[in-house]
């Protein structure tokens, strides 16, 4: 059964850094790709980055170049997001979700319970 | 930025069908994938490469796309199909939401 969990959320203040994890289980996490999506309260779903599980290439969303990091480390099965400089607008739960092939344009065929991320004073 | 536009909400009665529309240029060159949200859970494909289903997921979910459109089909729908749904695809190695649609059934 395939198992994402993520973890690492959390408060913080404007200009702070945080870092997300993804625990997967369940699959061969280095042959798939894997990426992070957010949702801020009562808002739609947000793509932030992604990470190729062919090539090791890692993409990202306006938003988040520059500011964010995508990693992961295909030993302990866990995709980690470093996010630095964070803002309010930052706010929001961040999803895990696994791809359904290790290219990058597939389908998001598991998502994990998503861990919420609050940038406030 | 490539955008995909989806109609707020749509109704619908118990045993009817619903259709829910996402538009964008040139949307047809591209696959399109369905999400279903339910209140304060995790997103569900629904829908992958325009028309397929995933293992689990009920027949009456269909899917087209043509043109700048594509739609996604519930057929008979259920009170337990009231949720939010998202399109998405790719553009240029970045992946585009649409802004979700709330289905209600009456």
């Known amino acids: 059964e395939v198992q994402l969990l993520e973890s690492g959320g959390g408060l913080v203040q404007p200009g702070g850094s945080l870092r997300l994890s993804c625990a997967a289980s369940?699959?061969?996490?280095?042959?798939?790709?894997m990426n992070w999506v957010r949702q801020a309260p009562g808002k739609g779903l947000e793509w932030v980055s992604g990470?190729?599980?062919?090539?090791?290439?890692?993409f990202y969303a306006d938003s988040a170049k520059g500011r964010f990091t995508i990693s992961r480390d295909n030993s302990k099965n866990t995709l980690y997001l470093q996010m630095n400089s964070l803002r309010a607008e930052d706010t929001a739960v961040y999803y895990c979700?696994?791809?359904?092939?290790?290219?990058?344009?597939?389908?998001?065929?598991?998502w994990g319970q998503g861990t919420l991320v609050t940038v406030s004073s | 930025s490539y955008e995909l536009t989806q109609s707020p909400s749509v109704s619908v009665s118990p045993g009817q069908t619903a259709s829910i529309t996402c538009s964008g240029e040139?949307?047809?060159?591209?696959?399109v994938y369905w999400y279903l949200q339910k209140p304060g859970q995790s997103p569900i494909l629904v829908i992958y490469?325009?028309?397929k289903r995933p293992s689990g997921i009920p027949e009456r979910f269909s899917g087209s796309n043509s043109g700048n459109t594509a739609t996604l089909t519930i057929s008979g729908t259920q009170a337990m199909d009231e949720a939010d749904y998202y399109c998405?695809?790719?553009?240029?190695?970045?992946?585009?939401f649409g802004g979700g649609t709330r289905l209600t059934v009456l």
């Open positions: 979700a696994k791809a359904s092939s290790g290219s990058y344009n597939a389908a998001f065929d598991y």
């Open positions: 490469e325009d028309n």
């Open positions: 040139k949307l047809g060159d591209e696959y």
């Open positions: 369940g699959f061969t996490f280095s042959s798939y790709g």
């Open positions: 990470f190729s599980g062919i090539g090791g290439n890692t």
């Open positions: 998405q695809a790719w553009d240029r190695r970045t992946v585009v």
